[in-house]
């Protein structure tokens, strides 16, 4: 069965700092991954996936991620986080056929002045 | 124009009651789905609807009935509701051929007293 780890609950960052986010995740074949935020009381958004091809992807508000197979990881990175980052972020990992998709547990990240 | 919509977005209501929520998409996906979020955050799918046909069943109390009356909507009845169903209900949508992911409705945010 397919799984995600996302080793870190909460991460504290100043504003303008870089940030990077761990996932890894546990499947076995070619995973689809997927990155989502959550603002507080709102849905969740999708920031960028992963099918195939180049490894590093490109997402929407700056963010970018890279899939590394050799250590089933595919950490989410921003180089300068502003306050409005200030959310609750979630790694996904869905199945090739069909569209079940396992969330991780999350990690909110708080942005510091 | 929401992409996927969600009724009501805040319920709270007695232990024993019968209640839905309602979930429509207007994207054309094939494929719509409803999630549990826990207190803790934690996403998990509940169900799954392919063209008005059940495809996922995770291991729900069948207090829960989801109903899709064509593919642009699925709702989730919940009979003899319990202290335990109190949680935040995302339902999504999803289209393989648009490049997966979902798009998720802003939650339903359901507390038991």
């Known amino acids: 069965a397919q799984s995600v780890t996302q080793p870190d609950i909460h991460i504290t960052v100043s504003e303008g700092a870089s940030l990077e986010l761990r996932c890894n995740y546990s499947?076995?074949?070619?995973?689809?991954l997927f990155w989502y935020v959550q603002s507080p009381g709102q849905g969740l958004q999708l920031l960028l996936k992963y099918f195939s091809g180049d490894t590093l992807v490109q997402g929407i508000k700056g963010f970018e991620a890279e899939f590394k197979r050799s250590q089933s990881s595919f950490n989410l990175r921003k180089p300068s986080v502003h306050w409005s980052d200030a959310a609750e972020y979630f790694c996904?990992?869905?199945?090739?056929?069909?569209?079940?998709?396992?969330f991780g547990g999350g990690t909110r990240v708080l942005v510091k002045p | 124009d929401t992409a996927v919509s969600q009724t009501p977005k805040y319920l709270v209501t007695q232990m024993g009651n019968d209640k839905s929520i309602k979930c429509e998409q207007n994207?054309?996906?094939?494929?719509m789905y409803w999630y549990k979020q826990d207190s803790k955050k934690f996403l998990k799918i509940m169900f799954s609807y392919n063209n008005k046909e059940l495809i996922i069943n995770e291991t729900v109390p069948n207090r829960f009935s989801p109903k899709s009356p064509d593919k642009a909507h699925l709702n989730l009845h919940i009979n003899s509701l319990e202290l335990g169903d109190s949680a935040v209900y995302f339902c999504?949508?999803?289209?393989?051929?648009?490049?997966?992911?979902?798009?998720f409705g802003s939650g339903t945010r359901l507390t038991v007293v």
């Open positions: 499947y076995g074949a070619t995973p689809y």
């Open positions: 999504a949508s999803s289209h393989p051929n648009r490049g997966y992911g979902y798009t």
């Open positions: 996904a990992v869905g199945e090739a056929a069909g569209n079940k998709l396992t």
């Open positions: 994207l054309g996906h094939d494929t």
